[in-house]
């Protein structure tokens, strides 16, 4: 077996292992305590929110939006 050959076995392994999170949900996966929310707490996290990056700050105002209709 050939030095490449075990090279592509370990980034196989590898992968099989790491998953790259998106940009948009990096933070609740690193930084939160939490476990799991609901949509609600999702929506409304304030850790969330306000890492989020400017090109999604469209996502943030439908959330704030939802949020807003909710609770009315």
Do not use: Y
């Amino acid at each position: 077996m050939g030095r490449s050959s075990l090279v592509e076995i370990c980034h196989w392994f590898i992968a099989q292992w790491v998953a790259e999170v998106p940009d948009d949900l990096a933070i609740c996966e690193f930084d939160c305590r939490k476990s799991q929310c609901s949509f609600d707490d999702w929506s409304r996290c304030t850790l969330r929110i306000s890492n989020t990056p400017k090109e999604l700050v469209p996502l943030r105002r439908l959330a704030d939006d939802l949020g807003k209709k909710q609770v009315a």
